[in-house]
């Protein structure tokens, strides 16, 4: 069985025990984790939108990749430039491949009870007291201040 992840925009196809070495992610070593699932095939089956598929992987350590070294020559003018670097890396290996198990969701339904249904006590509902809408209805509306009036413009005779 195999499924196919997608970690660090990248995607990868992984079967369970493998390990691999992905772009440094931020989980902490020997804890394990989830990545999204795209595709999950295998056993002559294949399963285009795996809802419940699980893959959980776990992180083995943080490495350095190998150097890369680049050179750059012009001719005739002298120009030599070395330049490089190393991928940060991280190894994990996929421990499981299967379905999603919720916390709480019991792979067998437990046994019912002995009584039947008809014989449990109908338990006694509370219902909040309603709130009169009349009461918020009959408040005054608000009065509004009167208009101020401008003062009258001063005349000659007034002067």
């Known amino acids: 069985m ?3 992840i997608s ?9 369970e025990g493998q390990r691999l070495f992905v772009d440094r992610v931020s989980h902490p070593a020997d804890k394990p984790f989830h990545p999204p699932v795209l595709f999950v095939g295998g056993d002559g ?3 285009f939108s795996p809802k419940g598929a699980q893959v959980t992987a776990e992180v083995v350590q943080d490495v350095l990749g190998d150097k890369i070294r680049i050179g750059k020559y012009k001719p005739k003018s002298g120009i030599r430039r070395h330049t490089g670097h190393r991928s940060k890396l991280t190894e994990i290996r996929i ?4 379905l999603k198990v919720e916390p709480g969701e019991a792979t067998e339904k437990p046994a019912a ?3 039947p249904a008809a014989d449990a006590e109908p338990k006694a509902e509370k219902k909040a007291p309603a709130k009169p809408k009349a009461a918020a209805a009959k408040k005054a509306p608000a009065k509004k201040a009167p208009a101020k009036k401008a003062p ?3 005349t000659k005779e007034d002067a």
Request: charged fraction near 35%.
């Open 113 to 115: 009870d002995d009584k």
């Open 2 to 4: 195999y499924a196919i």
């Open 152 to 154: 009258a413009k001063a």
């Open 95 to 98: 421990t499981a491949i299967g």
């Open 7 to 15: 970690l660090q925009g990248k995607q990868y196809r992984v079967e």
């Open 45 to 47: 089956k294949a399963e």
